[in-house]
Structures are given as structure tokens and as C-alpha cells.
T-cell receptor, first 116, second 115 residues
Framework: AQKITQTQPGMFVQEKEAVTLDCTYDTSDPSYGLFWYKQPSSGEMIFLIYQGSYDQQNATEGRYSLNFQKARKSANLVISASQLGDSAMYFCAMRGTHFGNEKLTFGTGTRLTIIP | GAGVSQTPSNKVTEKGKYVELRCDPISGHTALYWYRQSLGQGPEFLIYFQGTGAADDSGLPNDRFFAVRPEGSVSTLKIQRTERGDSAVYLC?????????????FGEGSRLTVL
């Protein structure tokens, strides 16, 4: 079984500041992937960034970076220079390789609001 | 089409009725997933297909829910004797790759409202 925990139900951040969204996970799989998705009010799920459990370096995609600390089982998303368009729900998710873990398991999400 | 297509986008039905929701994945994607998302919650896994077969249906809440993918492409989620608690957005996703790093591409969802 695998589990994702997001402990911040909501966050308010000033525009242009950096923000860190927390995510911890639990799994019995030795190999797994960690994902972050953005869901604006329109409802679509937008893929942001991926980190493999054996990747040596933290993933980065433009203003998004993933602070992966394997020993602590955390995969925090960092958004630099936040913009008003970043206001949305953000979901951390993971996917394993063992039977029963191939599905993407989501956390409960963090609602991020960027203040002008 | 270019992305995952779900129909209908909105469905309003009465308690006790039967409902079908359709998902057309990205062409060539072998893996297909159904999720349910209630208001303010994260997506909740329902069922996962690899080709035509259900590889994991552990998320289906009860025997009123059933899904098929007869030709390994389009999938239909079927809900019998709908209840008000079934109201949610039903998301479909597809993936080209097996393994942990296969990105899931989501459709825009089918919003089901049971009156």
C-alpha cells in the first residue's frame, strides 16, 4: 500500500515570493515515482513535475522544483517567483511498481492563493 | 483526438437510475484509469486497466460500480441504482508507459449529480 500526506489545506502567499508545498509519502516499493499536479478552478489536472526514487538530482521544470529527501520520505514542491496564475489546488501523488501500487495515489491537496 | 476525452461533461440523474460515463484515451495508451473526485478532495482511485483487462479494481466502492474496456481503447464506467453519495467528478486518465515514471494524462472529467 502507498500513502501520500499533504498537511497544508490552504496557503496564502504574496505575489513574486517563493512558496513550498509539503508532501510526505509512505510505500513498501523500492522503486517509485513522485508527481505534482495542479488543478485550477476549471478542473483539469495539469502535470507539473516528476521525480523518480532513484534519480540522483532533484527535478526542476521552469519555476517548479521538487525538494526530494528520500530518507525523510518527503517530496516538497517549490514554486519560485509566484504569479497570480499559480492560484489553484496542488496535489502530490505517487506511483509504485509492485502489484497494487501501479495506480497513482493522491494526497488531499493544498489550495494555494497568490495575493497581489 | 489529441487528449483524453470524456463524455458527457455533465450528467444529472435521479436517485436509482443507471448511468454510463465514457472515456476515450489518448491513441496508443495501453493503461487507463478511473478516479472519482468529490468537492474539495483529492482524486480517489477506482479502477485501472492494462489493455482490455482490469489490472486493479480495488477502488470500486461496491458492486453498483462496474467498468469495461472491451477493445483496449474506449472505456465505460457504469453505475447502477445511483445514490446521492455518488455525486462527484469522475476523472479518466491514460498512460503510455508502465512502471513508476509513466505520466498520467487526465481528461476534463464527467460531473455526475444525483438528485
Amino acid at each position: 500500500a502507498q500513502k501520500i500526506t499533504q498537511t497544508q489545506p490552504g496557503m496564502f502567499v504574496q505575489e513574486k515570493e517563493a512558496v513550498t508545498l509539503d508532501c510526505t509519502y509512505d510505500t513498501s516499493d523500492p522503486s517509485y515515482g513522485l508527481f505534482w499536479y495542479k488543478q485550477p478552478s476549471s478542473g483539469e489536472m495539469i502535470f507539473l513535475i516528476y521525480q523518480g526514487s532513484y534519480d540522483q538530482q532533484n527535478a526542476t521544470e521552469g519555476r517548479y522544483s521538487l525538494n526530494f529527501q528520500k530518507a525523510r520520505k518527503s517530496a516538497n514542491l517549490v514554486i519560485s517567483a509566484s504569479q497570480l496564475g499559480d492560484s489553484a489546488m496542488y496535489f502530490c501523488a505517487m506511483r509504485g511498481t509492485h502489484f497494487g501500487n501501479e495506480k497513482l495515489t493522491f494526497g488531499t491537496g493544498t489550495r494555494l492563493t497568490i495575493i497581489p | 483526438g489529441a487528449g483524453v476525452s470524456q463524455t458527457p461533461s455533465n450528467k444529472v440523474t435521479e436517485k436509482g437510475k443507471y448511468v454510463e460515463l465514457r472515456c476515450d484515451p489518448i491513441s496508443g495508451h495501453t493503461a487507463l484509469y478511473w478516479y472519482r473526485q468529490s468537492l474539495g478532495q483529492g482524486p480517489e482511485f477506482l479502477i485501472y486497466f492494462q489493455g482490455t483487462g482490469a489490472a486493479d479494481d480495488s477502488g470500486l466502492p461496491n458492486d453498483r460500480f462496474f467498468a469495461v474496456r472491451p477493445e483496449g481503447s474506449v472505456s465505460t464506467l457504469k453505475i447502477q441504482r445511483t445514490e446521492r453519495g455518488d455525486s462527484a467528478v469522475y476523472l479518466c486518465a491514460s498512460s503510455a508507459e508502465e512502471g513508476a515514471n509513466g505520466e498520467l494524462f487526465f481528461g476534463e472529467g464527467s460531473r455526475l449529480t444525483v438528485l
